[in-house]
């Protein structure tokens, strides 16, 4: 359903990458992408807890919910099903965002992509605070074998 959004939108939005879990969409002329996750890992909560920076970890997302409405067909009872439209996010998310702090929350799961991604995030003008550059430092010191490709997280970072 957003894939065809993307494809037949009116705006022109460019595939920027495309992998088994996820695909890209950058607009033209404008300086925002999109990351649309094909499949599920989780709830919305167990997903953004796998992000690594707190100004990464806000999701809209689709949920139903049961009506107080009810057809019959047939003298069979059916409750109508609606969707509901929620957000989460990280409780600092704004704050971090505002002031273009990264902070690195919980667990890092890919500790050579935040690296590589701190670079790109520098240049929109964030900076490390001084807690997460010690994380990240101390979780590079123990990354053992490394092979970097364009597919070495499959979209998980």
Same mark, same amino acid.
């Given at each position: 359903?957003?894939?065809?959004?993307?494809?037949?939108? #009116?705006?022109?939005?460019?595939?920027?990458?495309? !992998? !088994?879990?996820?695909?890209?969409?950058?607009?033209?002329?404008?300086?925002?992408?999109?990351?649309?996750?094909?499949?599920?890992?989780?709830?919305?909560?167990?997903?953004?807890?796998?992000f690594d920076f707190t100004v990464t970890k806000f999701a809209l997302y689709r949920d139903t919910k049961v009506s107080? !409405?009810?057809?019959?067909?047939?003298?069979?009872?059916?409750?109508?099903?609606?969707?509901?439209?929620?957000?989460?996010? /990280?409780?600092?998310?704004?704050?971090?965002?505002?002031?273009?702090?990264?902070?690195?929350?919980?667990?890092?799961?890919?500790?050579?992509? #935040?690296?590589?991604?701190?670079?790109?995030?520098?240049?929109?003008?964030? /900076?490390?605070?001084?807690?997460?550059?010690?994380?990240?430092?101390?979780?590079?010191? !123990?990354?053992?074998?490394?092979?970097?490709?364009?597919?070495?997280?499959?979209?998980?970072?």
């Amino acid at each position: 359903m957003a894939v065809s959004y993307f494809e037949h939108s #009116t705006d022109d939005y460019k595939i920027t990458y495309e !992998n !088994n879990n996820a695909i890209g969409y950058r607009s033209q002329g404008a300086s925002y992408w999109f990351d649309l996750i094909k499949g599920r890992c989780g709830t919305p909560d167990q997903i953004l807890d796998m992000f690594d920076f707190t100004v990464t970890k806000f999701a809209l997302y689709r949920d139903t919910k049961v009506s107080n !409405n009810v057809i019959y067909v047939d003298d069979l009872k059916f409750d109508i099903v609606e969707p509901e439209y929620k957000v989460i996010y /990280h409780p600092k998310f704004f704050e971090h965002l505002v002031t273009k702090k990264l902070v690195i929350d919980d667990q890092l799961l890919f500790p050579i992509s #935040t690296f590589n991604r701190t670079y790109r995030y520098r240049d929109y003008g964030y /900076h490390l605070c001084r807690e997460s550059k010690i994380k990240l430092l101390t979780e590079l010191k !123990n990354v053992e074998d490394v092979i970097i490709n364009s597919d070495m997280y499959e979209a998980l970072d």
